[in-house]
Every structure is written in structure tokens, then in C-alpha cells.
């Protein structure tokens, strides 16, 4: 059974960092686009970053250039998305989406 699980939210004041993470598992392949998404409460689901396979190209959006990082390392089925300074408004739930599977997200929160 195919499952992606991301883990590293929680709740962190403006300017602090967090790295959150998606293992996959039951995947027999991992050579695929991986992109990590957002939801804020009462807003439209956003594109963050995206990494090809096997890595060579990274693309962020807009808001977190700069500021985030996305990787991954195949060998350990995962995903990373090292963030930095991060504000308020990058408040939401993060998903990471690979192999056409969806995580069940994980909450990130930026308060003081």
C-alpha cells in the first residue's frame, strides 16, 4: 500500500525555521516530480516548491523564494522542505505530492 507521511510541523514564532518531511512508502519507484503544496485556513491551495527527478532542478513560488529549500534523498524515500524566516502568512497545512499520491498534511503554524 502506497502511503507518503509528512511530519516536522508545528508551531514556531516569525523568523524561526522548521523542516518538515514525506516518506514514502509501498513505492516500487521513486523517479518522480515531487511538489509540496499549502493550505491556509480560508485560502487557495498553493504550489511552494517542486523538484524533478533526480533533483537536478528546484522551483519555488513567488512568497517563499529565498526562504525555503526542497530536496529530496531516493535512497531513503523522502522529501524535505527546509523553511527560514518564516511569517505568519506561512501559516498552513503542507502536503507534499509524489508519484500521484497525496500525504495527509502537516500543520504549520507561525505565531508569536
Known amino acids: 500500500q502506497v502511503q507518503l507521511v509528512e511530519s516536522g510541523g508545528g508551531l514556531v514564532q516569525p523568523g524561526g525555521s522548521l523542516r518538515l518531511s514525506c516518506e514514502a512508502f509501498g513505492f516500487t519507484n521513486t523517479a518522480y516530480i515531487i511538489k509540496w503544496v499549502r493550505q491556509g485556513l480560508g485560502k487557495e491551495r498553493e504550489l511552494v516548491a517542486t523538484?524533478?527527478?533526480?533533483?537536478?532542478?528546484?522551483d519555488y513560488g513567488d512568497s517563499v523564494k529565498g526562504r525555503f529549500t526542497i530536496s529530496r534523498d531516493d535512497a531513503s524515500r523522502t522529501s524535505y522542505l527546509e523553511m527560514n524566516n518564516l511569517k505568519s502568512e506561512d501559516t498552513a497545512v503542507y502536503y507534499c505530492f509524489w508519484g500521484g499520491y497525496w500525504g495527509q498534511g502537516t500543520q504549520v503554524t507561525v505565531s508569536s
Open positions: 523538484i524533478s527527478e533526480p533533483g537536478y532542478r528546484k
